[in-house]
């Protein structure tokens, strides 16, 4: 009886699962077979014919370029920034006694837990009483914001898998504190921070609210120009945008992945 | 020459004294063990030693300089971890030459003694191997090569057999000992291993609460502990409790509720009133394994009667746990040479040198 329970529950956990999965996935397949369709004006699923059409309309769009040009841009600069900020802070962290280490790695952390809504209209309040309207520095800020916990978590899980037995015998074997960081440390964590690095590239790229916020009429991201445009002139050259983002960050994620295992780089082991 | 020496060495953590009031010194070219239960505060000693840790108190030479306060990259001492915390991202020969770099070797010189080290410790095949590939046993002897490549004046061994399996930790133990003779090495090492402390040390320093309780050579330490903490913790024991009678020549009588009257060796103070006495399982013979080998010397034999409770194959030995007569209990160990040994519930005399007997007298 219990056995037949037993089948009976993990049956469903199995259906339950393939239902979430497909919940989560089917969306996405619709807007890449739709990004391919052929009609010119935004029909019904499935599509009719395949073409190229919402592609060349993205890639030649004005709106969509300046976004993704400030995009690129944004992204690199806010996570080379985050990537100095978050091994910084990482460093700093492992050496910190326990206690305090908690508290402020919680303070580091929270961009995490605090809504990037929240995050975005706080910060559009604070750069306006401080009298910052350039768009682009004001963009900047944000995303180093939110990339940040990502660098230094990466960093700090990769910093606290080293055995503290190896600087020490960096130490014991003549080298100075500086030295031994340079020499055993930071090359024993180079691959976490490289992924971190990645992480925090994918999520400035992805991010739509603290962007929405921080944009100026001539400075925005691509996520921000696609809602925009949602709002304007609702066609597919969004899904081809969807698509081209996709492709991207699923490129970005796979390479981790291949080459140091995303697994391995969150558990620090 | 002292290699090293300590004075009145005290450090605190927050509540917890670790070392209260450590005094020692090391000879050049000598090996010395610490060794004491996990706690007893000698892996801070060795920390206070390599300069991980300062002391709240006491003082600390390296050679005839003062060392409190400095950096371990300021002193000239080599350090073997538990876990070998060799550089995984190094192959063998760098990690080797790592401390050479550092210490401002010039190329051709570290490129020598990178080979000598690999050589004394029987690694210079695996020279481009990164350590991951290597089994425990050659990732010490590789952190040793690598220890020893900058000639330090004085080497700690952390626990250095602990992560090993016990048949492969035998084997190592004489390699490493062989390696610190041959390069004419000051060592301490720190273990909770009894064996391994008496392999390695010449003297052997027993630690417990943070102090120093008996320092000796394995033999002292063994055969006559000062305290019922040493002789505990070191080897195995029957003890029994009672008061001291006559002399008897040389002996002194013995006078214990639970057992017959027994000689004992003359204890160094009389004064005590009460005294722990014990006897060394493997010094105790059983009748029927020619109790006449004893009888070398002039010195009368303690023999009591009682039955053999347990017999417990041990392969090389045999212990025997004996009810004597007057309801005390003793375990005998006797070597297995394929004798015959009694059966249990049989009835049989034990006989033991009152020499053999250590006495502790009690606070």
């Known amino acids: 009886m219990a056995r037949v329970l037993d089948d009976i529950l993990f049956v469903a956990l199995l259906v339950l699962v393939a239902v979430i999965a497909a919940f989560l996935i089917f969306p996405l397949i619709v807007a890449v077979l739709m990004a391919f369709d052929a009609r010119t004006y935004l029909g019904t699923f499935p599509p009719h014919g395949f073409s190229f059409q919402w592609f060349y309309r993205f890639f030649n769009d004005e709106m969509y370029m300046r976004g993704l040009k400030t995009s690129l841009l944004v992204a690199t600069i806010s996570t080379f920034a985050s990537a100095i900020i978050g091994v910084t802070a990482a460093i700093a962290l492992v050496h910190t006694r326990s206690r305090a280490r908690q508290a402020l790695e919680a303070i580091f952390l929270s961009p995490l837990i605090v809504p990037t809504v929240v995050i975005g209209f706080a910060l559009l309040l604070f750069f306006s009483r401080i009298g910052l309207f350039i768009g682009f520095t004001r963009l900047l800020c944000g995303h180093i914001?939110?990339?940040?916990?990502?660098?230094?978590?990466?960093?700090?899980?990769?910093?606290?898998?080293?055995?503290?037995?190896?600087?020490?015998?960096?130490?014991?074997?003549?080298?100075?504190?500086?030295?031994?960081?340079?020499?055993?440390?930071?090359?024993?964590?180079?691959?976490?921070?490289?992924?971190?690095?990645?992480?925090?590239?994918?999520?400035?790229?992805?991010?739509?609210?603290?962007?929405?916020?921080?944009?100026?009429?001539?400075?925005?991201?691509?996520?921000?120009?696609?809602?925009?445009?949602m709002q304007s002139q609702f066609d597919l050259s969004i899904a081809a945008a969807a698509v081209f983002l996709m492709v991207v960050m699923t490129t970005l994620m796979l390479a981790i992945d291949k080459i140091f295992g995303v697994n391995k780089i969150l558990v620090g082991k | 020459m002292n290699v090293l020496e300590l004075r009145d060495v005290v450090k605190r953590f927050g509540p917890l004294t670790a070392v209260n009031g450590v005094s020692l010194s090391v000879q050049k070219g000598s090996i010395i063990s610490l060794l004491g239960p996990s706690g007893c505060g000698k892996t801070t000693l060795l920390r206070i030693i390599a300069g991980f840790e300062h002391p709240d108190e006491g003082l600390v030479f390296l050679g005839s300089k003062n060392v409190n306060g400095k950096r371990p990259y300021e002193r000239n001492v080599g350090l073997l971890f538990q876990d070998y915390a060799l550089f995984p991202h190094m192959t063998v020969g760098k990690n080797v030459a790592y401390g050479l770099h550092q210490r401002g070797f010039r190329e051709p010189q570290v490129k020598k003694r990178t080979d000598e080290m690999l050589d004394l410790v029987g690694m210079r095949?695996?020279?481009?191997?990164?350590?991951?590939?290597?089994?425990?046993?050659q990732r010490q002897r590789v952190a040793l090569g690598r220890a020893l490549a900058s000639n330090p004046e004085l080497i700690l061994l952390d626990e250095p057999l602990s992560a090993l399996d016990a048949k492969l930790r035998l084997e190592l133990r004489t390699e490493l000992k062989r390696i610190l003779v041959t390069a004419g090495s000051t060592a301490v090492i720190v273990t909770h291993d009894q064996e391994e402390a008496m392999t390695f040390g010449e003297r052997v320093i027993v630690m417990e609460k943070g102090q120093i309780r008996q320092e000796g050579s394995p033999t002292q330490i063994y055969d006559d502990p000062k305290t019922r903490f040493v002789a505990e913790f070191i080897g195995r024991s029957n003890w029994f409790c009672g008061t001291l009678g006559q002399k008897i020549g040389e002996f002194r009588e013995f006078l214990c509720s639970q057992m017959k009257t027994t000689l004992i060796r003359e204890p160094d103070q009389v004064n005590h009133k009460m005294y722990d006495v014990c006897i060394r399982p493997e010094r105790i013979l059983t009748r029927g394994s020619k109790s006449k080998d004893l009888n070398d010397g002039d010195e009368p034999l303690n023999t009591i009667n009682g039955t053999i409770k347990d017999v417990i194959y041990l392969g090389s030995d045999f212990e025997l746990i004996i009810a004597l007569d007057g309801a005390a209990e003793m375990t005998a160990i006797e070597k297995n040479r394929r004798q015959s040994i009694p059966n249990r519930g049989e009835a049989v005399t034990i006989a033991f040198r009152p020499s053999d007997m250590i006495v502790i007298g009690r606070d």
């Not at chain 1, 916990?149 to 700090?156: E, G, K």
């Open chain 2, 125 to 137: 095949e695996f020279a481009n191997r990164r350590p991951q590939t290597l089994s425990g046993g």
């Open chain 1, 145 to 229: 914001i939110i990339t940040v916990p990502y660098t230094i978590r990466v960093t700090l899980a990769g910093l606290v898998g080293i055995p503290k037995s190896i600087s020490e015998a960096a130490l014991s074997l003549g080298a100075s504190d500086w030295r031994a960081f340079w020499t055993v440390t930071l090359p024993l964590a180079r691959t976490n921070i490289f992924a971190g690095t990645i992480f925090a590239f994918v999520f400035s790229m992805d991010d739509v609210s603290v962007s929405l916020f921080l944009s100026s009429v001539d400075t925005y991201t691509l996520p921000v120009a696609m809602v925009g445009m």
